[in-house]
């Protein structure tokens, strides 16, 4: 009986999955015509309202030569597939006056987003480009760049932002726009923590949220329920990162992982005098975690990663496509993979859904508060709502994705340079980033220590549990103090 119900859960099994996969071929089928249809809206409401077509990543590749941009500058990126540096000269003569760009923290994955018929045509021209191949190979170096970022890199060459902030299609009410109107624009940070006996806390602590999220996603939940103790002993700072919740949402940002790690430094580092730290980092935000702690070895003294997304790229493989393909596979369930497939693959379909959503999210946040009749605290959607399309399509591809090839180095770091602890909280139920992921950071780095919470999912790790989390934090910064 026990090897019939094994058969029979295995056939069961074998026939959800192939329904998931022919379902999911009409759907993202659909979708890929869908976002093709918004696409040619866009472009048509982009003009009639700010009188310019905007870029987009649809056309992939379409830069293929070294590009002279506006002002008298220049514009050099390098060979497909190996992009590194970008110089946008200004023109000043030689005075040497010459910005650059890390163009390899710009993900191939913005513009390399196959669909299924792009597929298939793509096939049909390589059969007619084999003849060619031999003559190409003797041929100058071509230079490639998807034409959105070529765009936006002029812009900034001539020290313009290419577009009005905010742009129609993005909200302007004053928790989303208020940085426009401060001298220095930097991240909005919440402080809390008493000081103890002297003029400074003893420890700082700082906080980064995920993907789609803001600061409340800790001070919400965590903050208050900090013992007096720990409140005394330490200075929390939870930030929103740039692009999100009240931070500075710049249309002429790339979102790049130096970018974001600017804002860091210069708007918490900075200005609070942070020389050491302790890291708590969730999501997409354990990426930006590692890539601090390598920029500044000596002053980590903890670092405390949630479900980190962190996918091992098989040899031969390129890691930025290899990830987009592991963090949104294309498939209608479970639902939360669905959601991460619409947000990495369909650039336009996604600033719908902003445009309805994120413009108009004082009237959804209303309608929650009076259908729930206030029963459930909101502070959720601040994050899911206060954020502009660019800054999440660039964050989640430059970041999640671009950084794919550069993880293992960073945990060679954390292995080699650092002594800090390291310990990782990882949901059992967490169906979009998978506990495997912890495992292989732990593989990479020994002394990683994994606590898999049973029952939890990629959000209520610590939502519904902040109270022991909370304990559990003050446990590791004192073990790590002493």
Known sequence: MDGVAAKSSRLLTLCGRLTNEVVSFFVFSLLDLLDTVLCLAFKVFDFVAEAEWKPCYCSSSSAREAIHGAGGGEILVSERGESKIVCLSSGGGGNGNVNKLRLDQVSDTLYTRPSVLHEVSESIKRLYEKRGKQRAAKATTVFAVDSAVVEMLQGRMVGKQPHPIPRWSDCDCEDCTSWTSRGRKSLFVKVAGDKGLSDKPREDVLFIHGFISSSAFWTETLFPNFSDTAKSAYRLLAMD??????????????????????????????????????????????????????????????????????????????????????????????????????????????????????????????????????????????????????????????????????????????????????????????????????????????????????????????????????????????????
């Open 241 to 482: 990162l740039l692009g999100f919740g009240r931070s500075p949402k710049p249309s002429d940002s790339l979102y790049t992982l130096r970018e974001h790690l600017d804002m860091i430094e210069q708007s918490v580092l900075e200005p609070y005098k942070v020389k050491s730290f302790h890291i708590v980092a969730h999501s997409l935000g354990c990426i930006l975690a590692l890539a601090l702690a390598v920029k500044h070895p000596g002053s980590v003294k903890s670092l405390t990663l949630l479900a980190p997304p962190y996918y091992p790229v098989p040899k031969g493989v390129q890691a930025t496509q290899y990830v987009m393909r592991r963090v949104a596979p294309r498939r209608v369930w479970p639902l939360i993979t669905f959601g991460a497939s619409l947000a990495c693959w369909y650039e336009h379909i996604t600033r719908a859904w902003c445009l309805l959503v994120c413009k108009n999210h004082r009237l959804w946040e209303f309608l929650t508060k009076v259908i729930t009749r206030n029963r459930i605290r909101t502070f959720m959607f601040e994050g899911f709502f206060c954020h502009t399309h660019n800054a999440a399509w660039h964050t989640l591809h430059n970041i999640i994705c671009g950084m794919a090839g550069k993880l293992d180095g960073y945990l060679d770091t954390v292995r080699d340079r650092l002594r800090c602890d390291v310990t990782i909280f990882h949901g059992e139920d967490d169906e979009l980033i998978p506990v495997e992921c912890s495992y292989s950071v732990q593989r990479r780095v020994r002394r990683a220590h994994v606590k898999v919470i049973e029952k939890k999912d990629h959000i209520t790790i610590v939502v519904g549990r902040q109270r022991v989390f909370a304990r559990e934090l003050e446990e590791i910064w004192r073990k790590s103090s002493g």
